[in-house]
């Protein structure tokens, strides 16, 4: 057990839904990360936070967003679903800003239909 | 840009015989390197990491990575395979030069052959 929690585990939803992936981190740690790993494109990094701020901006589409609020959960929010949208989408935590080991969660699978 | 390639989508080796997975990455800056490994339903566990000083790592579960600057490689290694190291292996580079952006390989799925 990487310490890492993500609800929910599997999420079923229909294409222009919104939805919204939760993620707490290890105890103490304090940057986040988000990742989409999908067949055709790998894992993909999408946004880290660190301390309730944007750190670094990976491949994130403008439709998703993500926050880190003050009790260090972060959310990762994903509206005008399309069907490539499917895919599993990680958490991971790390101690510090440099994320020098990454502490990964078991994921969340997101079918859109 | 930062960029990793692992040349190998499926690597076979029988169980008690050396495993390679290999590695190439490509930073303009100093090269942070890992080896992530993922077992199915589960999430990346570290395996081990290069920051900076003996080009050979020890990580967890007896693997090894070989930095190689002048080849720009970081090949994961095993000096005798078990059947449970069967598994999905990912090489990750950080470049220092663009924050903390982990780029990662595409993966190498490794078959432990009993």
């Known amino acids: 057990d990487s310490g890492v929690t993500q609800t929910p585990k599997h999420l079923i939803t229909a294409t222009g839904q919104r939805v919204t992936l939760r993620c707490s981190p290890r105890?103490?740690?304090?940057?986040v990360y988000w990742y989409q790993q999908s067949l055709d494109q790998g894992l993909q990094f999408l946004i880290q936070?660190?301390?309730?701020?944007?750190?670094a901006k990976g491949n994130i589409l403008e439709r998703f967003s993500a926050q880190q609020f003050p009790d260090l959960h972060s959310e990762l929010n994903l509206s005008s679903l399309e069907l490539g949208d499917s895919a599993l989408y990680f958490c991971a935590s790390s101690a510090d800003r440099v994320g020098e080991k990454l502490f990964f969660g078991s994921g969340t699978q997101l079918s859109v239909l | 840009a930062q960029s990793v390639a692992q040349p190998e989508d499926q690597v076979n080796v029988a169980e008690g015989n050396p495993l390679t997975v290999k590695c190439t990455y490509s930073?303009?800056?100093?090269?942070?390197l890992f080896w992530y490994v993922q077992y199915p339903n589960r999430g990346l566990q570290f395996l081990l990491k290069y920051i900076t000083g003996d080009n050979l790592v020890k990580g967890s579960y007896g693997f090894e990575a070989e930095f190689n600057k002048s080849q720009t490689s970081f090949h994961l290694k095993k000096p005798s395979a078990l059947v449970s190291d069967s598994a999905l292996y990912f090489c990750?580079?950080?470049?220092?030069?663009?924050?903390?952006?982990?780029?990662f390989g595409p993966g190498t799925r490794l078959s432990v052959l009993p």
């Open positions: 936070y660190y301390n309730g701020e944007e750190r």
């Open positions: 990750a580079v950080r470049d220092d030069n663009y924050g903390q952006n982990f780029v």
């Open positions: 105890s103490g740690d304090l940057s």
């Open positions: 930073v303009s800056g100093n090269p942070y």
